[in-house]
Protein backbone atom coordinates (compact mmCIF):
# COMPACT_ATOMS: atom_id res chain seq x y z
CA UNK A 1 0.00 0.00 0.00
CA UNK A 2 1.40 3.85 -1.14
CA UNK A 3 1.31 6.27 1.67
CA UNK A 4 -1.38 8.22 -1.04
CA UNK A 5 -3.58 4.71 -0.01
CA UNK A 6 -2.83 4.97 3.64
CA UNK A 7 -3.81 8.95 3.73
CA UNK A 8 -6.91 8.05 1.79
CA UNK A 9 -7.85 4.86 3.90
CA UNK A 10 -7.05 7.45 6.67
CA UNK A 11 -9.32 10.27 5.28
CA UNK A 12 -12.33 8.57 4.05
CA UNK A 13 -12.38 6.75 7.84
CA UNK A 14 -12.66 9.66 9.87
CA UNK A 15 -16.29 10.01 11.20
CA UNK A 16 -16.34 13.52 11.76
CA UNK A 17 -16.96 14.15 8.55
CA UNK A 18 -20.95 13.30 8.88
CA UNK A 19 -23.53 10.84 7.20
CA UNK A 20 -24.00 14.17 4.46
CA UNK A 21 -20.21 14.33 3.53
CA UNK A 22 -19.34 13.54 -0.17
CA UNK A 23 -15.65 12.42 -0.62
CA UNK A 24 -14.06 12.52 -3.56
CA UNK A 25 -10.84 11.27 -5.21
CA UNK A 26 -8.23 11.18 -7.83
CA UNK A 27 -8.91 13.42 -10.80
CA UNK A 28 -12.29 14.74 -9.51
CA UNK A 29 -10.96 15.60 -6.58
CA UNK A 30 -7.53 16.74 -7.54
CA UNK A 31 -9.48 19.23 -10.00
CA UNK A 32 -11.49 21.10 -6.81
CA UNK A 33 -8.29 21.11 -4.72
CA UNK A 34 -6.68 22.99 -7.13
CA UNK A 35 -9.78 25.54 -7.75
CA UNK A 36 -9.52 26.24 -4.08
CA UNK A 37 -6.15 27.02 -4.26
CA UNK A 38 -6.43 28.96 -7.20
CA UNK A 39 -9.38 31.15 -5.28
CA UNK A 40 -7.41 31.74 -1.67
CA UNK A 41 -4.11 32.40 -3.49
CA UNK A 42 -5.47 34.53 -6.39
CA UNK A 43 -4.96 32.41 -9.56
CA UNK A 44 -3.01 29.99 -11.42
CA UNK A 45 0.45 31.40 -11.16
CA UNK A 46 -0.11 32.16 -7.92
CA UNK A 47 -0.58 28.97 -7.07
CA UNK A 48 2.21 27.92 -9.02
CA UNK A 49 4.10 30.14 -7.03
CA UNK A 50 3.08 28.70 -3.97
CA UNK A 51 4.12 25.10 -5.13
CA UNK A 52 7.77 26.64 -6.25
CA UNK A 53 8.94 27.06 -2.77
CA UNK A 54 12.05 29.21 -1.99
CA UNK A 55 13.34 30.45 -4.94
CA UNK A 56 16.87 29.06 -6.25
CA UNK A 57 19.61 31.07 -5.80
CA UNK A 58 20.90 30.52 -9.47
CA UNK A 59 20.10 33.37 -12.06
CA UNK A 60 18.98 30.41 -14.64
CA UNK A 61 15.49 29.03 -14.33
CA UNK A 62 15.59 25.54 -12.63
CA UNK A 63 12.47 23.08 -13.22
CA UNK A 64 10.31 22.99 -10.00
CA UNK A 65 12.07 21.14 -7.08
CA UNK A 66 15.20 21.97 -7.96
CA UNK A 67 17.36 22.74 -4.98
CA UNK A 68 20.47 24.78 -4.38
CA UNK A 69 23.57 23.25 -3.22
CA UNK A 70 23.79 23.02 0.84
CA UNK A 71 26.97 23.41 2.50
CA UNK A 72 27.68 22.40 6.87
CA UNK A 73 30.33 22.84 8.70
CA UNK A 74 31.19 23.80 12.05
CA UNK A 75 32.23 27.06 13.73
CA UNK A 76 33.65 27.83 16.99
CA UNK A 77 31.64 29.11 19.77
CA UNK A 78 33.95 32.75 19.11
CA UNK A 79 32.74 32.52 15.13
CA UNK A 80 29.26 31.34 16.05
CA UNK A 81 28.52 34.62 18.84
CA UNK A 82 30.47 37.15 16.41
CA UNK A 83 27.79 35.63 13.51
CA UNK A 84 24.47 35.91 15.98
CA UNK A 85 25.84 39.54 16.77
CA UNK A 86 26.31 40.78 13.47
CA UNK A 87 23.08 39.04 11.94
CA UNK A 88 21.24 40.71 14.70
CA UNK A 89 22.40 43.98 14.03
CA UNK A 90 22.49 43.85 10.95
CA UNK A 91 18.54 42.11 10.15
CA UNK A 92 19.86 40.08 7.49
CA UNK A 93 19.70 36.14 7.01
CA UNK A 94 21.97 33.97 8.53
CA UNK A 95 22.36 32.38 4.98
CA UNK A 96 22.92 35.54 2.95
CA UNK A 97 25.91 36.80 5.28
CA UNK A 98 27.58 33.50 5.11
CA UNK A 99 27.43 32.96 1.32
CA UNK A 100 28.30 37.29 1.44
CA UNK A 101 31.55 35.99 3.74
CA UNK A 102 32.46 33.18 1.38
CA UNK A 103 32.13 35.16 -1.71
CA UNK A 104 34.77 37.78 -0.40
CA UNK A 105 36.94 34.99 0.33
CA UNK A 106 37.22 33.87 -2.64
CA UNK A 107 37.74 37.22 -4.06
CA UNK A 108 40.52 37.74 -2.17
CA UNK A 109 42.03 34.33 -2.22
CA UNK A 110 42.14 33.49 -5.52
CA UNK A 111 43.09 30.32 -7.35
Do not use: C, N
Not at 11 to 36: C, M, N, Q, V
Not at 67 to 95: A, G, M, W
Amino acid sequence: MTKRDERSDWAEGIESFGPDAHLTSGDDAAAKGRATLEAALGGPAEVEKALRGRPTLTSGQKARGYQSPKRSFRLTEQLDQQLVTFITVQKRPQSEVMRAALAEYFERHRV
